[in-house]
Structures are given as C-alpha cells and as structure tokens.
C-alpha cells in the first residue's frame, strides 16, 4: 500500500474551508457591452453577444446603407454558412458575391476575469480593435497590474472596468489603429455576415 497512513480517514469534525466567492458582473453582458462602446468612442452599436469561433464575444457594427440597399435590391440576404462564405474570397469569384453590408468596428468580451477576456478576443485581434470588459474587484489585484495590463497592452486590447456604483471606465486604451488590419480573409468574411444578419434581426 502507498500513500500516508491515515490520510484516507476523513473524520465528523473536520469542516471544509470555504470556497472563494465567485465574482461576478454588475450588469448582464449586453449592457456592459453598450456602456463599454460609450467609452472607447466607437461608432456603431454592440450586438447582442454570440459564440463565434468558440469565443463568446460582442461584435460592435455599423450598417452600410449604400450596400445594404444594394443588397435588399437583388435579394441577397446574409449568408452564415461558413463554408459558402469562405469561397467569396477565391479570385475566380471576384465581383461576383455580395458586397459587405456592415462594418464591423471592434469585438468585445465581456468576461468575470481578465484571463477569460483576453482568451476570447485572441482570434479577432488581428483583424481590428478588441476590447475587454471586466468587474472592477479584478482590477483592485497584483495579478491584474503585474500580468493583465502588459498584456492587453502588448495585443493592443483595450480595458475597460465596470463597477456596479460608477458604471464603466476604460483601463487601457487599445491601439486604435482602425485603418490598420489584416485584410480580407474567409474568417473576417463570415463574421461580417454574420454580424449582418444579427443588426437586421435585433
């Protein structure tokens, strides 16, 4: 037999320590989301959270009107099958697929610690802003200073805290380079589309 004797006993008067409280939000996802937007400054309104690329996130837009009433013109409705989407950037398809009809302005994660929030926002960095949005009792934290902020700082996420007395204040401002991205690809497409379609059902 291995192991320390009597370490398998458990006796009645043991207490279990207890668990650290869970920390939570101030205000549903949606709202922090909206409020954070007023923040940064960003046009456009943030949509209703989604999963994409496995990621709960917020997609910030603003609607095209030019190229939505093309669109309404000719039929096109948004398309959100990701394999249908991802052949509109084959050269041979040049000129002849939908144009985009929103623009997306940033993606938001709102998230109970900033670990969560910068995991989330990791795939759509490269394509334009990000920002996350966490309770302001993480930010009162060594971790939060020592390893979040140089961080998202690095990414050029941007940090906005919320608190359930004073709202919501940006932490960190990102890199808001909005002419800077990484071009079109069958990713950025899709999630344009599926922003589309989100702004013409909400």
Known sequence: MTGIPGRMAVSDDVTSLPSPSAVELPAPDDELAAAAVGQLGWPGEALAPMTL?????SLVAELLPDAHAERICLGQEPVTDRATVSTWVWPEFAGQVPAAAVRIVGVLAVARHWRTGLAALAPFAR?????????????????????????????????????????????LPGRNDHGVSAGIDAVSRWVNEVAYERVLSD
């Open 53 to 57: 690329l496995g990621r709960r996130v």
């Open 127 to 171: 394509y334009g802003d990000t920002a996350m949005v966490v309770p302001s009792s993480v930010v009162l934290t060594h971790d939060y200073l020592a390893n979040c902020l140089p961080r998202a700082r690095a990414y050029g996420i941007a940090v906005v805290s919320a608190d359930p007395d004073n709202g919501v204040e940006l932490d």
